[in-house]
């Protein structure tokens, strides 16, 4: 199966666990592949910054940095008319 992890399920698996925490489980596990575009990972690394400064005892971007790594990276199509 392939998923997009959205920002707040990607970081929520990391800090929290619970369901999110399952879904990054699955990908390690290779239940599951990870897809993202650039734009996904640049915001994944941006967030990530901001929330090391909050929850400081988490090391957050190297979990990101892995997981973007190792996800499978696409180009976003433009779409000739919204959906």
Known sequence: MRAVLDTNVLLSSILFAGTPGRILEAWRSGKVELVI?????EEYLRVAERLEQRYSKVEIQPIVSLVI???TL????TLQSPV
């Open 69 to 71: 790594n190792h996800a």
């Open 37 to 41: 575009a650039p734009d996904i990972a």
């Open 74 to 77: 696409v180009t976003a199509t």
